[in-house]
């Protein structure tokens, strides 16, 4: 059976709430359809001990501010969930959960979204997928070789799993260094790898300055000046209390990147080695967006061009909260309400014509 509304938002995570947000206040009929059974995208499976980069006040949606934490400066996970569980109730968004969107077709004037259970036919479609689902592993020889256990940032949970092992933690980014820091905290044997030195953002400066300078940098590109560039110009690692107290501790050293693994560890390119029982792999993720493969868009490292949100080659179809080329900050969830209100806005236009 195939069902009709006027847009689809593809993800119920804090992207497509926003989405969602925004369609409602325009009087514009969607649905959202999200994978997961439950609220809160990819907040549902980060690991523990992972907090919020920005105190909850600089972490809200549009509309209604994240309430604080009590006894926290930075919210946890868990409490992220609750605020995104709320807000879809809050705003009466109409989000099926438990719903897997495999593809999208063009079908006339139409765009078709499949599901497991049924079609959705609409005029116009929002992917608000996220990354969480796409680990990116990079080709570093060897990697079949090791006999070890390997895993990504997304299936890492705390350091008990890891309790007398020896492990090597790779990727400078935020995660790389946040988990690094929570194995090192329990007294767990660590290696950390990076590719470059590890660059810190200075100890006083959190997710609000990285607000404030990616609001500058829209405000530079929309008045057409020049692109005081993205926020990793200021650094890749936010001195998250923990972090700060485990570098500050001589708990943080890195080593380069390593040359290869090998069956029981890894070695450097000058021959040194290190044995490991596990690796776990903090280098990044890639959009989700296999379901418009049929669509055959445009586009360069695994993303799809765009002018603002809006697919470059396909007007029916807006991308959020994908990173900065969505739109500064996007990814975000104070920053994601700009965007997702520019593409409510276009959309209604759209519908409109
Ligand atoms: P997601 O939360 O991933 O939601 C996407 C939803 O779409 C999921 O529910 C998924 O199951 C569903 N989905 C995917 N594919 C399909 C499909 N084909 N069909 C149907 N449903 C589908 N941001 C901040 O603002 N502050 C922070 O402090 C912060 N810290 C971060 C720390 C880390 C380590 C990471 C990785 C990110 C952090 N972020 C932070 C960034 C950002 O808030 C998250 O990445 C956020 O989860 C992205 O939200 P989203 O809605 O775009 O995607």
């Known amino acids: 059976m195939t069902q009709r509304t006027d847009v689809v938002v593809i993800g119920g995570g804090q992207s497509g709430l926003a989405a969602g947000y925004h369609l409602r206040r325009l009087g514009i009929e969607h649905v959202i359809l999200d994978a997961q059974t439950a609220p809160g995208g990819a907040w549902q499976h980060t690991w523990d001990s992972l907090r919020l980069f920005s105190p909850a006040e600089y972490s809200s949606l549009r509309g209604r501010l994240m309430p604080i934490q009590p006894g926290e400066v930075y919210p946890d996970a868990a409490h992220v969930v609750t605020y995104l569980a709320d807000y879809e109730k809050r705003y009466d968004l109409p989000v099926q959960h438990g719903v897997w969107v495999p593809a999208v077709h063009r079908d006339g004037t139409h765009l078709r979204v499949e599901t497991g259970c049924g079609d959705w036919q609409a005029r116009a479609v929002v992917s608000a997928t996220g990354t969480w689902t796409r680990p990116f592993l990079p080709a570093v020889p060897g990697r079949r070789e090791f006999t070890g256990r390997q895993l990504h940032t ?11 092992q020896r492990v090597i933690v790779v990727g400078g980014g935020n995660s790389g260094a946040q988990i690094a820091a929570d194995l090192a905290h329990a007294g767990i044997d660590l290696t950390w790898a990076t590719q470059c030195l590890p660059r810190y953002l200075a100890d006083d400066i959190d997710g609000r300055a990285l607000f404030d300078h990616a609001t ?14 993205g926020v990793a110009s200021l650094g890749d690692i936010v001195a998250v209390p923990p972090v700060r107290a485990a570098r500050d501790a001589g708990l943080l050293a890195s080593r380069p990147m390593f040359a290869r693994l090998t069956a029981t560890g890894v070695e450097w390119a000058d021959g040194t080695r290190a044995e490991a029982d596990a690796v776990i792999w903090c280098t990044g993720f890639r959009p989700a967006l296999a379901h418009f493969a049929s669509l055959r868009l445009r586009g360069t490292r695994g993303r799809i061009a765009t002018e603002g949100t809006r697919a470059a080659d396909e007007p029916r179809l807006h991308l959020l909260g994908y990173g900065d080329w969505t739109g500064p900050a996007s990814a975000t969830l104070i920053g994601v309400g700009r965007p997702a209100r520019e593409a409510a806005r276009e959309i209604a236009a759209l519908l409109g014509s």
């Not at 500058?216 to 560039?229: C, I, K, M, Q, S």
């Open 154 to 164: 997304v299936q890492y949970t705390n350091p008990a799993d890891f309790a007398g």
């Open 216 to 229: 500058v940098r829209r405000r530079a590109l929309d008045e057409g000046r020049t692109d005081t560039g």
